[in-house]
């Protein structure tokens, strides 16, 4: 909290019991504040609560306390206990799918067979000649990758341009 804050507070307190607070209490509220890691919002909630059930003197310790006591506790809601969320429909779930695969440009049909074959041609894609397999240059997050890295799978392109061959 910063001394503005502090400020506040303390003039929250002295709503309540009227003490005189000037720059000495200040001084040692905001040191107090900073050692219990106060947030504004709390801190005056726990003065509130204070004097809601006390008629004694308000001390930082307190309000320590309080904040304490209640970040310990978390908040109990009266609310209806929440919805669980109902399972997607399979056929939902398949329509998704197909259309990320449609949209990554997936190539369903291609068997084992057919992507062992299409090693035998370049592959436009990433420039892997003829028997060598494909390779990944672009590493996370889409940079540049250092070095070449072999994929399993040859590109869906050098397939395509296996399948063009053979046409």
Request: glycine share 6%; with cysteine.
């Amino acid at each position: 909290m910063n001394n503005g804050e502090v400020i506040d507070v303390l003039s929250v307190i002295t709503a309540y019991d009227g003490r005189n607070a000037g720059a000495a209490e200040l001084n040692v509220w905001a040191e107090a504040a900073k050692r219990g890691r106060w947030r504004f919002a709390d801190a005056v909630d726990a003065v509130h609560e204070h004097y809601a059930e006390s008629t004694a003197w308000l001390m930082p310790g307190h309000v320590t306390e309080r904040i304490r006591r209640k970040r310990a506790d978390p908040p109990r809601s009266n609310a209806l206990p929440q919805a669980t969320p109902r399972p997607a429909a399979d056929a939902h779930i398949r329509r998704v799918c197909e259309w990320v695969a449609d949209r990554l440009a997936v190539d369903r049909e291609a068997t084992a067979d057919e992507r062992r074959s299409a090693l035998a041609v370049d592959c436009p894609h990433c420039g892997a000649v003829a028997n060598s397999p494909c390779v990944q240059t672009i590493g996370p997050a889409g940079k540049p990758r250092d070095g070449y890295r072999p994929i399993e799978v040859p590109h869906l392109q050098r397939r395509q341009a296996y399948r063009n061959r053979e046409e």
